[in-house]
């Protein structure tokens, strides 16, 4: 077994890889040996503030939340996995059963764990031990990459629960980063129809165009909330029924406010400043529901069943593939804003050159079949020619 490679947050501004001892399984645990790790906003919140509100880095902590990997070793009492298993990783886990458990809304729970959450370490390492029954096995049409997505599109899902996001819906998304473009997903997938998304920057739009959304909007910084209102009005020909902000900007949350029909639903994702100016009075004689949304709980089955039927494609994401041992080149990259999803291989680089090999022989192969069909396409030619001219 090799080391225990991690990324690891020590301070604001302040991240190392270190070599962590291989944890063992306890009773009801998993050893995991990790493959895949998205890179969230939250990752990055913690590196840059040390912090993200209450939750504040007191001592080292392994970053990364959104995970998938195969079952290396199990603690007693497990039943539901094998050695060998690819599953992926539901990163929220009660520790008790207090009445929000009981009710299945265990995300509300203030004692659960999490990944990457002051004071628990996450899933950026070679090897990780999580809770059994909160390792999900994936079909075999899942990958790893789609494996690790499922944490954000969880997300979305819950999102898109809460906002009661149903057939023919008018839905106006805030946001085309990862989180919006997945709600974008989910709600097309849950029939809404049409969508909008807004956003700054052009690109993602342009990818929010090409997923299914029917409008697009590029905001600016100074964009008056109430005329962005009005064009998504006229857009989509009436007031979207739920509006889904993915950024936690005052200016996205008021252009909801604003923009969301009288008895419909304001779904706030983003988290954004502590305080923010809203245009309360308009909410209330509107009587606009406003909902929050802290993780999601019980959608992990559902994630997985979207991706094996290919109802949901969430490949197009990734944008970027960067090994564990250069994984602060890849939070720098998430820092800058030119990445929308990056993925970090968590094997050790001897198996990815392995594979890099593997795939390089499939494409020789192919090559060589190509040229062998070209041979026979010239010889049967040419036989065809001695035919014709012995005629």
């Known amino acids: 077994m090799s080391e225990n490679l991690a990324l690891v947050v020590h301070g604001p501004g302040d991240i190392k890889l270190d070599k962590r001892p291989i944890p063992e399984p306890g009773a009801g645990e998993v050893l995991l040996k990790m493959h895949s790790v998205g890179i969230c906003g939250s990752d990055v919140h913690y590196w840059q503030h040390g912090k993200i509100g209450d939750f504040v880095v007191k001592k080292p902590m392994i970053l990364g939340h959104e995970a998938a990997g195969t079952v290396f070793k199990l603690g007693s009492g497990v039943q539901n996995l094998k050695v060998g298993d690819r599953v992926t990783i539901e990163p929220g886990v009660p520790r008790e059963n207090c009445d929000y458990c009981k009710i299945g809304r265990y995300n509300l729970s203030s004692t659960i764990f999490f990944c990457a959450t002051p004071p628990d370490d996450g899933t950026l390492c070679r090897y990780y031990v999580h809770n059994a029954n909160y390792c999900f096995k994936l079909p075999e049409c899942v990958s790893y990459e789609e494996g690790a997505l499922i944490e954000p599109l969880s997300v979305a899902i819950h999102a ?23 709600n974008l997903l989910v709600a097309k997938s849950m029939g809404a129809c049409p969508i909008a998304v807004c956003d700054l920057v052009q690109e993602r739009l342009d990818m929010a165009k090409c997923m299914g959304a029917t409008a697009v909007f590029k905001v600016e910084k100074c964009t008056c909330p109430r005329e962005l209102a009005q064009k998504v009005k006229t857009s989509l020909c009436g007031m979207p029924d739920v509006t889904i902000d993915a950024t936690g900007a005052e200016q996205s949350v008021q252009t909801g406010i604003y923009a969301t029909r009288a008895g419909g639903v304001l779904v706030l994702i ?31 089955p559902t994630a997985i069943n979207m991706l094996a039927s290919k109802k949901i494609d969430v490949k197009p994401l990734i944008t970027h593939r960067i090994p564990l041992d250069q994984a602060i080149e890849a939070f720098e990259l998430v820092k800058k804003g030119t990445a929308l999803k990056v993925i970090v291989l968590c094997e050790e680089q001897q198996h990815q050159q392995q594979g890099q090999q593997q795939a390089k022989t499939l494409e020789q192969c192919q090559q060589q079949c190509q040229q062998l069909l070209q041979q026979c396409q010239q010889q049967c030619q040419q036989l065809k020619d001695q035919c014709a001219s012995s005629h």
Not at 166 to 178: D, F, R, S, T, Y
Request: glycine share 14%; charged share 15%.
């Open 160 to 182: 898109c629960r809460r906002g009661r996001v149903q057939m023919g819906h008018k839905v106006l998304i805030m946001g085309a980063g990862p989180v919006g473009l997945l």
């Open 270 to 300: 983003g988290m954004g400043p502590t305080s923010t100016n809203t245009p309360l009075l308009t909410a209330i004689t509107r009587e606009l529901d406003i909902r929050g949304v802290f993780r999601y709980c019980n959608t992990w």
